[in-house]
């Protein structure tokens, strides 16, 4: 199974002169923890609702900021062909909860979480469970 098949393929975006004031609304109205910042369809950064809540209140920045003072820069991203496995240890070496997922050409098509992954996975844990269930009623 390919990451295509699971990830949630509406991309909340920015730009990166976008004010946080307008990246924070995205994330309320769309109910996400991150925003990728694109240009010409191309991930150039993200930001979390980490990020926003540390540059609001630690750094005192304001709501007119452009997303660009704040997004991270070097955005890690997993080709749409990526298989789940791979996918699922990539986030865990890399230390992230959201990827964006990106086509041939480098532009966004996605993205997947950590959460996308536990949930497709305790799935096929239910799935194995039951296989091993009525294993178990016939002996």
Same mark, same amino acid.
């Given at each position: 199974?390919?990451?295509?098949?699971?990830?949630?393929?509406?991309?909340?975006?920015?730009?990166?002169?976008?004010?946080?004031?307008? +990246?924070?609304?995205?994330?309320?109205?769309?109910?996400? $923890?991150?925003?990728?910042?694109?240009?010409?369809?191309?991930?150039?950064?993200?930001?979390?609702?980490?990020?926003?809540?540390?540059?609001?209140?630690?750094?005192?920045?304001?709501?007119?900021?452009?997303?660009?003072?704040?997004?991270?820069?070097?955005?890690?991203?997993?080709?749409?062909?990526?298989?789940?496995?791979?996918?699922?240890?990539?986030?865990?070496?890399? $230390?992230?909860?959201?990827?964006? +997922?990106?086509?041939?050409?480098?532009?966004?098509?996605?993205?997947?979480?950590?959460?996308?992954?536990?949930?497709?996975?305790?799935?096929?844990?239910?799935?194995?469970?039951?296989?091993?269930?009525?294993?178990?009623?016939?002996?």
């Amino acid at each position: 199974m390919k990451i295509s098949d699971i990830f949630f393929k509406k991309v909340v975006a920015a730009r990166p002169r976008d004010s946080l004031a307008v +990246v924070a609304e995205a994330m309320q109205e769309h109910n996400v $923890g991150a925003v990728v910042v694109l240009e010409d369809d191309r991930p150039v950064g993200i930001i979390t609702d980490r990020d926003l809540a540390l540059a609001l209140g630690a750094k005192k920045l304001t709501l007119d900021t452009p997303a660009e003072k704040v997004m991270t820069r070097h955005v890690l991203a997993i080709p749409e062909d990526t298989d789940i496995f791979t996918a699922t240890k990539y986030i865990q070496e890399c $230390g992230v909860r959201r990827l964006p +997922v990106v086509d041939r050409d480098d532009r966004v098509t996605g993205v997947v979480s950590l959460d996308d992954l536990l949930r497709l996975l305790s799935r096929e844990l239910s799935n194995l469970a039951e296989g091993i269930k009525h294993e178990m009623e016939i002996k």
